[in-house]
Structures are given as structure tokens and as C-alpha cells.
């Protein structure tokens, strides 16, 4: 390839780069006001909050909230004898309805944000992360991925923490989730709904709108 046309082919790979990641971004940004939303459509059972996903994995349990937390626990004769948070999202207000909503515990009965003061797990404003789906390119997917932080201890001084690939896809009415532990103390967890589709482009109402402070569209 001559000089010059490898200098033109450059320069518009960029601009097409450019262009994605703002596309993925402005994603990003629509997904987070709508995030608690993507599962609001999901009928409440014994397992299941509304607004939340729960599924069974041999002995333990986990719970998605999105916008909310990641939680996983053991349950003994209809009491929760082991948890552990994967990853939080503090921007989030925790005490509403469903955070508020109290559970019984071995040691009692206790709401969500109680177990995390408990476990020494407190509320921060500025911690959420949103990437721009940086790796769409490859597979072809609208998708944008939410870092959750600050789980509980794992290791002496590390916590849990998530990563969730929130992925459109019109087809999938009832979400999908697929779980993976890639390094010790570090999850992965793909969600793929048509929901997701409608928090990406703002199509249904959202249950709370926040403010752009503090939050980082990260590349």
C-alpha cells in the first residue's frame, strides 16, 4: 500500500472509530438512566423481587438487581445462612422499595442495605463506571458493559467485584444470563433481553432519572 493511501485508510478508520465509540457511549449514557428498569417487567415470586433476576447454580444462588447490586447466597429451610455481594452499584438510591425490602437471615431479619453496613460495605455517590462497548466491533452486538465495584472481601484487602454485559437483543423477551468466575474474586455476567434494547434507546418510561455527577463513560 502506497504511503498516501495507507495515511487516507488510517484517517478514516478513526473517524469510523470515532463515531462508534460515540454511538456507544451515548448507549452507555441511556442504559444507565434506564438500567433499574430491564427487569421491572418480571412477575414477583417467592425467589424473585421485582426489578431483580434470581437463579439456582448447584448450592448457591444468585440475585441481579440492576443498578442495584449482585448478591450471592445460600438458603437453608427458607433462611439465608451464607452471602456475599459480587459488586455494588452505590449511585443507585438502595433504601427504596426493593432495598428496603426485608429478608430472614440466620442472625434475624434484615433489608439489603443493613447487610452491607453489617459486613462493613457503605454507600458511596461516585463509584459507577459505564465502557462504551469497546469490544462491538468484534462481535457485532449492541452492548454495553457496567462495572459493579466494591463487593464484599474476597482476599485480605480485595473485593468482589463484577462485570455485566448488558447485550440488545430483540428476540430474547425473557432475559438470558450466563455466569462466569474468569479470576478469583472477578465475575462476568452476560444479561441478553429485548429489555435491555429498550433501556439502550429509552423506550419505555424510566422508574428514576439520575443526574450525569459523578459517573465515568469510560473507553
Request: one cysteine or more.
Amino acid at each position: 500500500m502506497r504511503p498516501v493511501l495507507r495515511v487516507s485508510f488510517t484517517i478514516v478508520l478513526l473517524q469510523f472509530v470515532s463515531i462508534f465509540l460515540v454511538e456507544s457511549c451515548q448507549w452507555a449514557q441511556r442504559l444507565r438512566e434506564y438500567e433499574i428498569e430491564i427487569f421491572a417487567d418480571l412477575h414477583e415470586t417467592n425467589e424473585t423481587r421485582p426489578g431483580c433476576f434470581v437463579w439456582n447454580d448447584s448450592y448457591w444462588n444468585y440475585e441481579v438487581c440492576p443498578g442495584r447490586w449482585v448478591r450471592q447466597f445460600f438458603v437453608k429451610d427458607n433462611v439465608i445462612v451464607e452471602e456475599y455481594f459480587l459488586g455494588l452499584q452505590h449511585q443507585y438510591q438502595l433504601r427504596d422499595a426493593v432495598g428496603s425490602q426485608r429478608m430472614d437471615y440466620e442472625g434475624g431479619v434484615f433489608s439489603i442495605p443493613d447487610r452491607m453496613n453489617a459486613t462493613g460495605i457503605f454507600f458511596r455517590t461516585t463509584t459507577g463506571t459505564y465502557g462504551c462497548a469497546s469490544d462491538m466491533a468484534i462481535t457485532h452486538r449492541k452492548q454495553v458493559d457496567v462495572i459493579y465495584p466494591h463487593g464484599s472481601l474476597c482476599e485480605p484487602l480485595q473485593q468482589r467485584s463484577v462485570v455485566m454485559h448488558f447485550v440488545c437483543n430483540e428476540n430474547m423477551k425473557k432475559p438470558i444470563i450466563k455466569f462466569r468466575e474468569p479470576f478469583l474474586c472477578k465475575y462476568d455476567i452476560t444479561v441478553m433481553a429485548a429489555s435491555v434494547c429498550d433501556a439502550m434507546y429509552g423506550r419505555s418510561p424510566a422508574l428514576k432519572r439520575l443526574s450525569d455527577d459523578g459517573m465515568k463513560f469510560a473507553l
